[in-house]
């Protein structure tokens, strides 16, 4: 199953340009979370918003979360090349063990 | 932090083979694993739940038959494609949770995947 959408798909930037990536989900949960992936990599863990948190920042990343709306937006500030990789959100669906992912956004930072 | 470690990383077979690949928690126990299948281009798609000493649970449209899973420590979960064909090549990848402190996904941690590659 897959929790939802994401847009954009796919976003062309240019260096030290700010990216924006937005989730959306279909069920309550506890948290959400986001995840980076180089082509044909493992998943790198970026960032938990819990679910009575509106926002969060972790270096030049900022995280938002709109329960109400259930969606959620990833900012990326001064992005650089090495950001060129596919963004994903994934939620613990209706606070239960498994995570479920979005469709994800694929990120490419021209330089 | 935890290390989940899977294995192979890629493997190439001729169609008709079956395929194990071993995903385990190097550092804590996990009762509960997850595998996960990635398209080319797509989101990771939930396959099933590999409980220890107990039988998976498959997501609506996984084929349990063909997606042999073994969870027989709490440190291993086995994935065997059967028979596989061309149309099973893919990127799988587990993740794991150690025990304890409430069952939720914060806790989880990824492997770094297996590529499979059918003939």
């Known amino acids: 199953s897959q929790q939802g959408e994401e847009d954009p798909q796919a976003l062309s930037i240019q260096e030290g340009e700010n990216a924006t990536m937005n989730c959306s989900y279909k069920?309550?949960?506890?948290?959400l979370q986001w995840y980076r992936q180089n082509s044909g990599r493992g998943l790198v863990h970026l960032i938990l918003?819990?679910?009575?948190?509106r926002e969060k920042h972790s270096g030049r990343l900022r995280v938002t979360l709109d329960t109400s709306k259930k969606s959620s937006s990833l900012l990326i500030t001064a992005s650089r090349a090495a950001d060129t990789a596919s963004y994903f959100c994934?939620?613990?669906?209706?606070?239960?063990?498994?995570?479920?992912f979005g469709a994800g956004t694929r990120l490419f930072v021209k330089a | 932090g935890a290390v989940v470690s899977q294995h192979p990383s890629w493997v190439i077979c001729k169609s008709g083979t079956s395929v194990k690949i071993e995903c385990r928690s190097l550092?804590?126990?996990?009762?509960?694993m997850f595998w996960y299948r990635q398209f080319p281009k797509q989101s990771l798609m939930l396959m099933a739940t590999?409980?220890?000493?107990?039988?998976?649970?498959?997501e609506q449209g996984v084929e349990k038959d063909k997606f042999l899973i073994n969870h027989a420590s709490l440190t291993l979960s086995t994935l065997t494609v059967t028979s596989a064909h061309p149309e099973d090549s893919s990127f799988y990848i587990c993740?794991?949770?150690?025990?304890?402190?409430?069952?939720?996904?914060?806790?989880?941690?990824f492997g770094s995947g297996t590529q499979l590659s059918v003939l």
């Open positions: 993740s794991a949770g150690p025990l304890g402190g409430g069952a939720t996904n914060e806790k989880l941690f």
């Open positions: 069920t309550s949960i506890n948290n």
């Open positions: 918003i819990r679910s009575n948190e």
């Open positions: 994934a939620t613990d669906e209706a606070g239960g063990f498994k995570t479920i």
């Open positions: 550092d804590f126990q996990a009762t509960t």
């Open positions: 590999s409980n220890e000493g107990s039988k998976a649970t498959y």
